[in-house]
């Protein structure tokens, strides 16, 4: 639910040659995926916090009274339960839209989190910097991911369940901050933590073939969108990328075919609308 933002993907009216009007950014598809990004992450709290996971359960069925919920439970919490009560409050306000707001409740609940708790601290940050990069600011956004990534450092040798999933999307939002930052190379490197913690992340490889496109390495562009091809073949996102690849790589016919997929599968939708505006610059003399 995230979503995505700042990797254009763009395509050239000669395919091969200068790159003309992008598609929307990553950012917007990252605000498409809010959803997800929150449930990736609620996904990985520990079972024995029973009230916890109760109050986040609500927030995918019904966010405004989990918000109301998690309110009176913060305003009653004492100590390292606050820490609790203001993640799912933080959640609910995320799926809700409110993401200033989340990102000053998650903060809460992540200065409400015990010192040595390394992995709490570091979930509860991550959500906190993916509120702040939803909302447009990438450079608060990476600040903020940047010490939950510290925090999943300092929680490497701990035995608790979750860690990749936490480390490997702190490290996809680092990604996605930086390259809105222009700091290309340290999103590369970013994308790389994110595709080895999370090897079947679809995300992680459709942002990786991005960036490998934008740096003009068509083939490892290629083979990355093919990764990400088969663990999400319905992505429309990736169809549209895999369009622009084959395109800036003079392959016209993979280039329609992929695109004219987008349209068969979401037809009326903006991915669509987007796909047949590129095949119309495609087949434009």
């Keep these: ?69 998690a309110e009176a439970w913060l305003a009653a919490a004492s100590g390292e339960e606050r820490g609790d009560a203001a993640q799912c409050l933080g959640v609910a306000q995320a ?7 989340a990102a000053e409740t998650f903060l809460l609940a992540r200065d409400s989190t015990p010192a040595a708790d390394h992995r709490a601290r570091a979930l ?40 990749d999933a936490i480390r490997g999307q702190i490290a996809i939002d680092r990604a996605i901050a930086l390259v809105a930052l222009d700091r290309l190379d340290e999103a590369g490197a970013a994308l790389d ?5 999370l090897p079947d992340n679809a995300q992680a490889w459709l942002l990786s073939a991005t960036l490998s496109r934008r740096l003009g390495k068509l083939e490892e562009a290629q083979a990355r969108i093919e990764r990400a091809a088969i663990l999400a073949p319905l992505d429309s996102a990736i169809g549209l990328e895999a369009g622009v690849i084959a395109a800036m790589a003079g ?26 505006a590129y095949l119309d610059q495609l087949d434009t003399p």
Excluded: F
């Excluded at 909302?135 to 860690?163: K, S």
């Excluded at 933590?193 to 913690?197: I, K, L, V």
């Design 124 to 163: 509860r940050g991550g959500l906190a910097g993916g509120a702040l990069l939803t909302q447009g600011d990438p450079a608060g956004a990476l600040a903020l991911l940047d010490a939950a990534r510290t925090d999943t450092q300092a929680a490497a040798g701990e035995a608790t369940a979750g860690q």
């Design 1 to 69: 639910m995230t979503p995505l933002i700042v990797l254009l993907l763009q395509v050239g009216p000669m395919p091969t040659t200068e790159p003309i009007s992008p598609i929307p950014e990553e950012l917007h598809e990252q605000r498409e995926r809010t959803r997800a990004r929150q449930n990736a992450y609620v996904e990985v709290l520990p079972a024995t916090k029973s009230r916890l996971a109760q109050c986040l359960a609500r927030t995918r069925q019904d966010p405004g009274g989990a918000a109301s919920e």
């Design 251 to 276: 392959r016209d016919d993979a280039a329609r075919k992929s695109w004219r997929s987008v349209i068969d599968a979401e037809p009326g939708s903006e991915a669509a609308a987007t796909a047949q």
């Design 95 to 101: 799926q809700l839209g409110q993401q200033s707001e």
């Design 193 to 197: 933590t994110a595709r080895t913690a």
